[in-house]
């Protein structure tokens, strides 16, 4: 499908410019003709320039892949399955809509699948192209694309449960901050007017009392290290040693560590058999499995283990250096490799460690909750303090 830029005049002799979607040049004049329109120049809108770089997202992905996994089992060629998938996608997608026009567009150039999705950038995952790949190869893109879906299925679900966990400690902070910011603005400065001329504040007050005048008097200045903050902390992220240091210090950190460690394990376990089994070699595997964890540190130590296999390590002996996954998964790696059934114990793995994970996805929320209770209760309490101070001593001036 092709978006054609026209202009043309119609049957009173008034110029006329505008865009119409065609899937060649004679269907483009053919919608003109029915529109009474001649045209006199025009030129195709490269679509594809307009898909790159904007990345779908995860429920676009599992769409994409279930709608067009469909088409192609039920017999329709590429060309025409992406033609119906961009007709039957709304017009308000509009993002999703151009990523459609632009594989058409590079199908008709004679692309391959995988390779028009590797001409717009980091539209697609570097492991959904490899995967349609691999699909490719081996003449098995439909299951390929269903087992995509079912990946990203899984990982949108663990990303979904991770977001309510911490929704609620979240949620607990700003009415922590905006209960804060009222007693201090609108509470404290009344109760402490009441107080005799020369009497000394409480420690607790004169504290209270110093914040909130930075924060009336100074709030440009908030304004700007929030920025300031904003701005930076991703940056100082992406710095390599410190992205090295974070990585290496997720997994070692008391009580969230091992919960971390085990959804680091769950997530690679995933993507590596879901790699393995559509036919991409385990060392690629292994390696595009490093990329989706998103932490540097457990990427090198991967890269390393890889390394080390190429030399003639076995995988468990490699992968025991890899300090981020549970011991557990380098067991059954050795379990499959001295069997000759890694495929079947990988499946079996990556299921063991999803439950896994969903239980310290769970145990997860049950700490972080009375954690953030309990600092809430702590600052507010200290607020409280901070107020009431000044009317005991006041009572005790008057008694």
């Not at 549970?326 to 079996?348: A, C, H, K, R």
């Amino acid at each position: 499908m092709f978006k054609f830029s026209y202009n043309a005049v119609d049957g009173g002799g008034k110029r006329v410019h505008g865009t119409v979607m065609a899937t060649d040049e004679k269907s483009f004049r053919d919608i003109l003709r029915e529109q009474g329109l001649k045209c006199y120049s025009y030129r195709i809108v490269n679509k594809t320039r307009q898909a790159r770089n904007y990345p779908l997202k995860i429920g676009e992905l599992i769409a994409f892949s279930r709608q067009l996994s469909s088409m192609l089992s039920a017999g329709l060629d590429l060309s025409l399955s992406l033609k119906m998938l961009y007709e039957r996608t709304e017009k308000k997608k509009k993002h999703v809509r151009d990523v459609l026009a632009a594989l058409f567009e590079e199908i008709q150039k004679g692309e391959s699948l995988a390779g028009a999705m590797q001409n717009l950038g980091n539209t697609f995952p570097s492991l959904y192209v490899s995967m349609v790949k691999s699909g490719e190869m081996n003449g098995k893109i439909d299951e390929s694309l269903i087992s995509l879906s079912e990946y990203f299925e899984k990982d949108n679900k663990q990303r979904n449960q991770i977001k309510s966990a911490m929704s609620y400690p979240i949620i607990l902070l700003v009415v922590c901050v905006i209960v804060v910011v009222i007693m201090s603005v609108a509470v404290l400065p009344r109760m402490v007017a009441m107080m005799p001329e020369g009497q000394a504040l409480p420690l607790p007050t004169q504290i209270m009392m110093g914040i909130k005048d930075f924060i009336v008097n100074q709030w440009y200045l908030v304004l700007i290290i929030i920025a300031i903050l904003v701005v930076c902390i991703p940056i100082i992220k992406r710095i390599p040693a410190v992205a090295m240091f974070t990585g290496r210090m997720a997994t070692r950190i008391p009580v969230l560590g091992p919960l971390r460690k085990m959804i680091y394990t769950a997530t690679f376990a995933r993507s590596l058999s879901t790699l393995y089994a559509t036919g991409i070699p385990l060392l690629d595997a292994i390696a595009m499995g490093a990329e989706i964890l998103n932490n540097k540190y457990t990427e090198m130590k991967i890269r390393e283990a890889v390394i080390s296999i190429r030399k003639g390590s076995t995988i468990a002996e490699s992968f025991a250096l890899v300090d981020s996954f549970d011991s557990m998964l380098m067991t059954m790696i050795f379990v499959g490799e001295q069997s000759g059934t890694l495929d079947d114990i990988l499946i079996q793995t990556a299921a063991y460690f999803e439950e896994e994970s969903q239980t310290a996805i769970k145990r997860l929320i049950s700490l972080i909750s009375p954690m953030m209770l309990m600092i809430m209760a702590v600052v507010v309490g200290f607020v409280l303090i901070a107020i009431m101070m000044p009317m005991f001593s006041l009572y005790q001036s008057i008694g």
